[in-house]
């Protein structure tokens, strides 16, 4: 036996009481109420159908978490619904850890999956790697670059993963091959066909997907050799002309000529104890799990933070190791999945930013991407590193399935295998299939899902439009979005790009559910990518005094400005609305909006400044998309006063803090309005929203996640990169805090927990359990 001990520190149980002086200097803030009052889709009150606990007990805490003015409970800085706040503040501040046994899987897996795969030693599984399958992992799938060829089509008709090449049919993707002098070197999509020149000047140069471009890419003439042929120190010292739509689109190599190997981006990087193939984790000996974060017997002396245990015991006559950590709830069991609903997704990719939020330089220094569906990973990388993780389903508060819809949705038909003729085309279909087959995955190898129906089950669903097209075998369980629509006005797919509509999706397999419930559901931040000039200039702190322009939008205003989105319907016609109010830019016609004003900026010029403009207007218009635009999160970390205007949709966190704190809701219909609402506002009123503002900005940030990451590099390099320097001096909860809270809450106060006949040790001081 061997053990650790590490310090548990109580928090005391003190009761908030509201400074009284504070209190007379405020009260004239909500003397005059706040324009508009709160909306129809938005009621407030002081109770929560999600509060079900003893009235002793709530009363206890509402006598000592008095409201704010505004109606909010304050907690860590942010001003929460009340019962939640309250319950957070006089409850989970003073929880301790309890003892939890972990047990660590010592389960062997058949011919060590054949050097293709790693093994879960939980259950004795091989997960193989992209291209094999069987039970150890023998088998050489023969997965197509290229779909049926024909006399006309030579090549099949086109998809991302078409190649003129040597195809490597354990991933689908396109290289040199054989025969010429850098056979791995990529020869992705474009690269390997002939170009078609432009009909007239200003047309765009098309690609003739019948005929292969020897010349340029396959030639290997001494004096100009093609793509494959070129040696990187002639091709960066000559004048050789390289075929432009030749270049590193696959993950792990950097330089012109893909000469560099560099890190691949991988769950956690493997979490330093394996080899990360393109996106999926080959395990080091005596660790096993998607980012090799669960070590086995072998290791006891190198345990990851998330598992610092303080008792550990090997049975002699079991594989298994059992573990005493200490540990606070709530506690979160990540089922590990077949690679085909995570790691295969990124180990195939055939653009290396996509799926993905960072990728690495010739250097290996950080690269973070543009990736709008980043959070995904970000989320599911902190779970798995925090301390909030169990092993132990039976201990287990809540339970994540981590699909990537992320990747499902945006490499939908980029190869044959992953074909979406059967969906009709909608790449909604297939994400639905996607979580459906998880759910018929974990039903039938775990016994958890029927303890409660699914209901303690999270599924993340980062498109645009959330979890619309969401299986009903899993709709009982949590949902994470982006954009919770409630369907109370938006009835329909509002997104105006065909492919991701899921009006078609059959009763049968979607149900007739909302997109969003309230109830049950949360609404995370998209994510950002980390920006250390904002955080070192701190733009969410600038004053009032140098906040000159009253509202502020730049973004895409649909068919009638240059470059626009041709569709009506995109953001269901609000920015269109917003735009013939309020336009600072002419349309297409020449004409401004019919009320411009030269302190309202609502254009479609993208400014290199966008940031440093936002941070210099009061108020910032938070406007859809195609479903979530990011305006809110890009509003926040500007230090601006959101105003939101799309009825029925639930912004981040809107179902636990209160957002009468720190925002401003506009009905659709009030668009033409929009100045003079504004101009109610007196200076006392700003100036506390802008004040709730910076208080809470950084939930809107995936800190954690940096953080990890910024800790990675620092094992690498001896100095912090400028994103790693500036968010290391941030300390404020981020969006994993809030989302940990936000559980711990729902934990000990959802109704249904009641019916659970479950008896674990809470960690909470009496009076609140």
Not at 51 to 62: G, I, M
Not at 117 to 141: M, P, T, W
Not at 302 to 331: D, F, G, Q, T, Y
Not at 391 to 398: K, Y
Request: glycine share 6%.
């Amino acid at each position: 036996m061997q053990s650790w001990r590490s310090c548990a520190c109580s928090w005391p149980f003190g009761a908030a009481v509201i400074s009284l002086a504070v209190s007379i200097a405020l009260i004239h803030l909500f003397l005059t109420p706040l324009f508009p009052s709160p909306l129809d889709f938005f009621q407030q009150s002081d109770s929560n159908p999600l509060l079900d606990a003893n009235s002793s007990v709530v009363s206890t805490l509402k006598a000592q978490f008095q409201s704010n003015l505004d109606g909010s409970v304050t907690y860590h800085g942010a001003p929460w619904k009340p019962e939640i706040g309250r319950w957070l503040a006089g409850c989970s501040s003073n929880s301790t850890p309890v003892d939890i046994v972990e047990v660590l899987g010592g389960r062997k897996c058949k011919n060590n999956c054949s050097g293709q795969g790693i093994c879960n030693q939980d259950l004795g599984v091989c997960r193989c790697f992209h291209g094999y399958a069987g039970k150890s992992c023998e088998v050489v799938l023969q997965l197509e670059c290229n779909k049926p060829t024909s006399k006309d089509r030579p090549f099949g008709e086109w998809l991302v993963s078409i190649c003129a090449g040597h195809c490597d049919k354990t991933r689908a993707m396109c290289f040199c091959g054989n025969g010429t002098k850098y056979p791995n070197r990529p020869v992705a999509e474009y690269c390997g066909f002939q170009t078609i020149p432009p009909a007239k000047p200003g047309d765009p140069e098309l690609t003739d997907w019948t005929k292969v471009d020897f010349d340029n890419v396959f030639s290997s003439n001494s004096s100009n050799p093609g793509w494959c042929n070129v040696d990187p120190r002639d091709g960066y010292s000559s004048q050789l002309k390289i075929k432009e739509n030749c270049h590193c689109k696959y993950d792990c190599t950097w330089g012109r000529f893909c000469e560099i190997p560099t890190i691949c981006s991988c769950l956690n990087q493997c979490s330093g104890h394996g080899h990360c193939r393109g996106g999926f984790c080959q395990c080091d000996s005596g660790y096993y799990g998607i980012d090799c974060s669960i070590p086995t017997a072998s290791v006891l002396q190198k345990w990851p933070a998330w598992l610092r245990p303080s008792i550990v015991e090997v049975a002699h006559n079991s594989p298994n190791v059992e573990i005493v950590v200490r540990k606070k709830r709530p506690l979160i069991y990540v089922y590990d999945l077949p690679p085909e609903f995570n790691s295969h997704l990124l180990e195939g990719r055939h653009y290396r930013m996509e799926c993905v939020n960072r990728i690495y330089s010739g250097d290996n220094k950080t690269i973070w991407t543009e990736h709008l569906y980043g959070a995904q990973m970000a989320l599911f990388e902190s779970i798995l590193a925090s301390p909030h993780r169990t092993l132990n389903g039976e201990e287990a508060d809540f339970f994540y399935v981590p699909v990537f819809d992320q990747c499902i949705i945006t490499r939908a038909d980029d190869a044959p295998h992953l074909a979406n003729q059967e969906h009709e085309f909608r790449r909604t279909f297939m994400a639905l299939d996607y979580y459906k087959k998880a759910y018929d995955h974990i039903v039938e190898q775990y016994p958890y899902w029927n303890r409660s129906s699914g209901k303690d089950h999270i599924w993340f669903f980062s498109w645009d439009e959330g979890a619309c097209f969401a299986p009903k075998e899993i709709w009982n369980s949590m949902m994470l979005v982006h954009w919770g629509n409630t369907n109370t006005k938006h009835k329909h797919s509002t997104t105006a790009y065909i492919p991701d509509n899921w009006d078609p999706i059959p009763s049968e397999r979607r149900g007739d559910h909302p997109c969003f419930d309230p109830q049950k559901d949360i609404v995370l931040p998209a994510w950002k990518v980390p920006n250390p000039g904002a955080v070192w200039l701190k733009l969410w702190a600038r004053p009032r005094k140098e906040r000159m322009t009253l509202f502020y939008f730049n973004g895409n205003l649909g068919p009638a400005y240059e470059n626009g989105r041709p569709e009506d319907t995109y953001s269901m016609g609000l920015r269109q609305k917003l735009a013939d109010e309020f336009g600072s830019s002419p349309n297409k016609e020449g004409k401004l909006g019919k009320q411009h004003t030269p302190n309202v900026i609502v254009t479609p010029l993208k400014s290199p400044k966008y940031y440093e403009e936002m941070a210099s207007s009061l108020f910032c218009g938070v406007l859809p998309g195609d479903g979530w635009s990011g305006r809110m999160e890009d509003s926040m970390l500007s230090g601006c006063i959101p105003v939101i205007i799309q009825d029925g949709i639930f912004l981040p966190y809107e179902n636990v803090l209160n957002y009468e704190s720190f925002a401003v809701r506009i009905l659709e219909d009030d668009i033409p309005n929009l100045v003079s609402i504004l101009q109610r506002y007196n200076e006392t009123e700003i100036e506390h929203m802008l004040s709730n503002v910076r208080s809470i900005w950084q939930r809107f940030l995936y800190r954690d996640s940096i953080l990890l990451e910024a800790t990675r590099q620092r094992e690498l390099f001896s100095k912090d990169d400028a994103w790693a320097v500036e968010f290391s001096k941030l300390s404020e909860d981020d969006v994993f805090a809030t989302f940990i809270q936000v559980l711990h809450y729902k934990l000990h106060n959802d109704p249904w927990r009641r019916t659970l006949l479950r008896q674990h040790k809470a960690g909470l001081p009496k009076a609140c359990t």
